[in-house]
Nanobody, 122 residues
Framework: QVQLVESGGGLVQPGGSLRLSCAAS????????MGWYRQVPGKGRELVAA????????KYTDSVKGRFTISRDTAKRTVYLQMNSLAPEDTAVYYC???????????????WGQGAQVTVSA
């Protein structure tokens, strides 16, 4: 079955950096665009970054443009999110999922991993 395992979260000071990883299994990783979502308590999941199947196409929500970078390693079936210049408003649980299409924010699979908690605080 589909498994998505996020890692790399933690506590970081404002202005710091973290790199999240998401190991995927149970589906044909190479044929899906992938996305990173984040969720804060009381709100729905927000797509913050997406990457196409080959990796050449990426897109970001406005609030993270220029600070976050999404990438993928097809051989390792892993997608990454490099987060720089972190701010308190980036505090959230971060999840990955495949996308229905690169241009559709809808997650492909109904099952989610445990997420990676990112806390930005002095």
């Amino acid at each position: 079955q589909v498994q998505l395992v996020e890692s790399g979260g933690g506590l970081v000071q404002p202005g710091g950096s973290l790199r999240l990883s998401c190991a995927a299994s149970g589906f044909t990783f190479s044929v899906y665009a992938m996305g990173w979502y984040r969720q804060v308590p009381g709100k729905g999941r927000e797509l913050v970054a997406a990457i196409g199947t080959i990796g050449g196409n990426t897109k970001y929500t406005d609030s993270v443009k220029g600070r976050f970078t999404i990438s993928r390693d097809t051989a390792k079936r892993t997608v990454y999110l490099q987060m720089n210049s972190l701010a308190p408003e980036d505090t959230a649980v971060y999840y990955c999922n495949a996308l229905t299409t690169f241009n559709d924010y809808t997650p492909r699979f109904g099952s989610w991993g445990q997420g990676a908690q990112v806390t930005v605080s002095a």
